[in-house]
């Protein structure tokens, strides 16, 4: 089956138990059309670039699925019709890479920068 990776924003004035239970609930609707979520993250609450239905900031998590097109078409939908959900982005990935993604990362952690001119 095909990787997917999706990141989702939600309302900022969900509590963080309700912003992680949209992380339950939508992998549940991947398990019910035959897919499985390999992988989640909540990154928290994160102030956004540029306001999003008068929203500053908002609950941002992570998964990474395996599923076939039509689950990840059908939780899309569902996401898009959510009061909750202001914004997902799904990208079809050829493998997902291993350990926590670079925003759960510890700056030690991340690779060494370039030298600043």
Known sequence: ?????????????????????????????????????????YWGVKTMAY?????????????????????VQEMERLMRLHDDV????TIKVDEHAEGPSVQMQKRDERGDRRERR
């Open 86 to 89: 202001m914004r997902v982005l």
């Open 51 to 71: 306001k999003i239905n008068k929203n500053r900031k908002g609950h941002y998590a992570f998964l990474k699925t395996d599923a076939p097109s039509a689950a």
């Open 1 to 41: 089956m095909p990787l997917y990776e999706h990141v989702m924003i939600a309302r900022q004035d969900l509590s963080n138990s309700q912003a992680e239970g949209l992380i339950e609930h939508f992998g549940a609707v991947l398990s019910d059309n035959g897919g499985k979520l390999v992988d989640q993250e």
